[in-house]
């Protein structure tokens, strides 16, 4: 029997165990390789001062409380205090901001009493409050 060289025959399966396993380690070896080398740059950081900020916050928070009470930065207020102690803020910072922090369980007209408190006073930096709601 003679075997003819030029005989195709044609493949059913091609055998690519050899090529996947190159694959896979290539890929180990950049893995490792990346991983050695990126090391970061050393830095010297700076230290944070461990004394307290001796700045107060500027932002005032008005808190609405369920039984009606109204506190400003958690001391309670009546509405004439309240305009009296913000009219000094203002004075002191044009710019004053003021958030709003209402229960849910609060009539509305509180929470409008105080926004036209704040319309009165001419306070225009103000943010309402909330919390977001998980799904």
């Given at each position: 029997m003679k075997k003819d060289l030029y005989?195709?025959?044609?493949?059913?399966?091609?055998?690519?165990?050899?090529?996947?396993?190159?694959a896979w380690t290539?890929?180990?070896?950049?893995i490792?390789?990346?991983?050695?080398?990126?090391?970061?740059i050393k830095v010297n950081l700076p230290k944070a001062s461990s004394a307290p900020a001796l700045e107060k916050p500027k932002t005032k928070a008005i808190?609405?409380?369920?039984s009606g009470q109204i506190y400003l930065d958690a001391y309670p207020v009546t509405m004439a205090e309240l305009e009296s102690m913000l009219s000094a803020h203002k004075a002191v910072d044009p710019d004053l901001p003021v958030?709003?922090?209402?229960d849910e369980q609060i009539y509305y007209q509180k929470v409008i009493d105080i926004?036209?408190?704040?319309?009165?006073?001419?306070?225009?930096?103000?943010?309402?409050?909330t919390q977001k709601v998980v799904k």
């Open positions: 005989d195709n025959k044609a493949y059913d399966e091609l055998n690519v165990t050899s090529m996947l396993d190159l290539l890929l180990v070896v950049f490792i390789s990346i991983t050695a080398a990126v090391q970061g808190t609405i409380h369920s958030i709003i922090k209402g926004l036209d408190l704040m319309q009165k006073l001419e306070i225009t930096q103000l943010g309402l409050v």
